[in-house]
């Protein structure tokens, strides 16, 4: 039997615990697998965590003589040993089944764990293969999981390809707990853009066309399943770009109304929601609006890597403050494209801060550009507006991107808010498409 006391203080002293600020007066295991009977004895717990809110979340431990078992090579082994052996392992209150993808063989012998994680646990086996163990967890298949077995089965190459996973199916949820893939070296995108934002601009702006047609190519490849309702394309209606409209308008209100007085990098932005809230209403104003499909849902140059001369795309799980069902919803490819948009800015606004280098004149135009050309001239046709209608609709989630970012960094890194409101002035100063 697990001590309660000791279940408590155990998830919340670790990062991946995701309620600090929350106080907890319950802590009990609801279902538990064994997945190795001899010594030592090894099982996946299945935690809730209660609060005094009457709210709750669910983690997944695995658990020997300890409740950190991940820490032991030998543990993370067996897990991988489960999933190329696609077994099934009954649990109290249900079933955690194992699966793997063909191609991924080879023995195992060293594991590391990738350093700092917030939310989740990887472990590095041999440079070949990465096991991300999924912490918390929401009912219904994880969008990570959902959008690399889709992507792998329709040979999209820039991805670290699937491997394997495994999951859980029981009275209490049925969940993602982790997913096995190729384990790609390379180099980080935002460190890659940062690398080079001096002398060597050259190589990054010329690697951006090839980033916007990467991002074309999976976009397209997503939008290309008519016969799975999970990711065939749908229409855009006009009620669903009112939604949009009225999501974003409200976002809007709400961050310019609690400006704080005392932060002089909002003076450029301050007193101007309304104008800001009127430019999207003439830019939602937009003639055809392409097609919605499943996409990244949280694309930025820290979900790619630059590896052996072309893009491989990260982290498919999608933005973690959204919920689950949110994370799986149906969007504009656009959003992705204007989120990458947005980390071009960053990335040219914080060079002196992080590197101490200036930019070069010009540089994030011309990022922009080639990554745009390259996004244009790739992208299925039928997915996103032609013309004057796509550059309407890509600032409309631009500005919904800038606002996000606001928040953000208001409440995080109040040292950063004069990229957001840079952004917000941008686009509230350029003309608008048509």
Do not use: C
Not at 53 to 60: A, D, I, L, M, R
Not at 136 to 148: D, F, K, M
Not at 316 to 321: I, Y
């Amino acid at each position: 039997m697990t001590d309660e006391r000791e279940l408590i203080e155990f998830v919340r002293a670790q990062r991946w615990f995701a309620s600090r600020t929350k106080d907890v007066v319950h802590a009990r295991v609801v279902d538990r697998a064994v997945l190795r009977e001899d010594d030592p004895r090894l099982e996946l717990l299945l935690v809730e965590i209660r609060f005094d809110t009457g709210t709750h979340e669910t983690y997944q431990l695995l658990a020997d003589e300890t409740l950190d078992a991940l820490a032991d090579p030998r543990h993370v082994r067996e897990l991988v040993s489960m999933i190329r052996q696609s077994i099934k392992l009954p649990a109290s209150e249900g079933v955690v089944e194992f699966g793997a993808v063909s191609g991924f063989a080879s023995e195992l012998r060293d594991a590391r764990p990738v350093g700092v994680e917030q939310s989740n646990t990887s472990i590095v086996f041999d440079e070949e293969l990465i096991l991300k163990v999924f912490r918390r967890l929401e009912a219904g298949i994880n969008p990570e999981l959902e959008l690399l077995r889709f992507l792998t089965a329709h040979e999209f190459e820039n991805i670290a390809q699937l491997a394997g996973w495994y999951s859980y199916t029981g009275r209490q949820m049925d969940a993602t707990l982790g997913i096995l893939q190729q384990f790609v070296i390379g180099r980080d995108g935002w460190e890659h853009a940062l690398d080079t934002m001096g002398e060597g601009a050259g190589e990054f702006i010329a690697s951006a066309r090839r980033l916007g047609e990467v991002t074309a190519r999976m976009h397209s490849i997503l939008g290309s399943d008519h016969s799975d309702p999970g990711f065939a394309p749908e229409e855009t209606s006009a009620e669903s770009l009112g939604l949009l409209t009225a999501t974003v308008d409200e976002e809007i209100q709400s961050v310019f109304l609690e400006l704080p007085d005392d932060v002089p990098e909002l003076e450029p932005i301050r007193g101007r929601g309304e104008e800001v809230r009127e430019r999207l209403r003439v830019l939602t104003s937009v003639g055809g609006a392409g097609r919605v499909i499943r996409h990244h849902g949280d694309f930025h140059l820290g979900q790619t890597l630059w590896a052996d001369g072309d893009w491989v795309i990260l982290d498919f799980e999608g933005e973690p403050a959204r919920s689950l069902p949110e994370r799986r919803r149906k969007r504009s490819p656009l959003r992705d494209v204007a989120g990458m948009l947005r980390s071009f800015a960053y990335a040219a606004s914080a060079s002196m801060q992080l590197r101490g280098v200036e930019p070069q004149a010009g540089w994030e135009l011309r990022v922009r550009e080639r990554f745009l050309d390259g996004y244009r001239d790739t992208v299925q046709d039928s997915l996103v507006p032609t013309g004057t209608a796509m550059d309407r609709l890509l600032q409309v989630f631009e500005l919904e991107k800038a606002v996000y970012e606001l928040r953000y960094e208001l409440n995080h890194r109040p040292g950063w808010v004069s990229i957001p409101v840079a952004g917000i002035v941008r686009l509230l100063d350029e003309e608008i498409p048509g």
